[in-house]
């Protein structure tokens, strides 16, 4: 009981640690570093809990595509970071009072399981015993919650066509490819020459 114990402790204070820097850090790629590292420590902490499936995914979603993809937005973008920084302040009530409501909600949703224990498990729906946490979740996911797991899908589908569709700029003086103008040209633009054999055009 020690050992977990110990690695549970490493492991929350390296992800507090490297949140922290996240923030702290003055150079963008140093904080993608940072999340990568607090999104391995988490993904050993669910290890710890028992929930491989979740530790699975943190690794291979956040770690191997999110988090390398923002990477390589902030190393090949030329970002100004600092005219971005300029702007935070006129934005800081906001989010400060976003972040009070997100405290507040994770408060309520903490203190409920010691205000009324008897109703933090209602919810729960029963596991045949001999099943592994990836094949139960499965099964839950696939069979009771199939419809809004599609509707979730539809709604990530919509979001990216949005961030790509919001994204698109068109530089002015680049040429670029017109298909439809291409295949209504027809033969206009093609002349055949015949070409003696020996001799060049």
Excluded: W
């Excluded at 902490?45 to 390589?72: K, N, P, R, S």
């Excluded at 990216?160 to 700029?169: E, F, K, Q, S």
Aim: one cysteine or more.
């Amino acid at each position: 009981m020690v050992l977990p114990l110990l690695f549970f402790y490493l492991f929350s204070a390296i992800a507090i640690a490297s949140a922290l820097m996240v923030i702290a850090s003055r150079n963008p790629v140093h904080s993608v570093l940072f999340l990568i590292l607090a999104f391995v420590n988490a993904a050993g902490i669910f290890l710890l809990a028992g929930a491989e499936f979740l530790a699975l995914i943190l690794i291979v979603v956040y770690v191997g595509a999110v988090a390398v993809l923002f990477l390589f937005v902030v190393m090949m973008l030329d970002v100004d970071f600092a005219e971005m920084r300029s702007g935070m302040l006129q934005y800081m009530p906001i989010g400060a009072l976003i972040g009070i409501v997100l405290l507040l909600e994770l408060l309520l949703v903490a203190g409920t399981a010691y205000l009324a224990p008897e109703g933090a498990g209602s919810g729960v729906l029963p596991i045949a015993g001999g099943i592994e946490n990836t094949r139960a979740l499965g099964q839950i996911l696939y069979t009771r919650y199939i419809y809004l797991f599609q509707a979730c899908g539809l709604v990530l589908l919509v979001a990216m066509i949005g961030a790509i569709v919001l994204t698109l700029r068109h530089k002015p003086g680049v040429r670029r490819q017109d298909v439809a103008k291409q295949v209504a040209r027809g033969k206009s633009g093609l002349e055949i020459v015949k070409v003696e054999s020996g001799k060049g055009l």
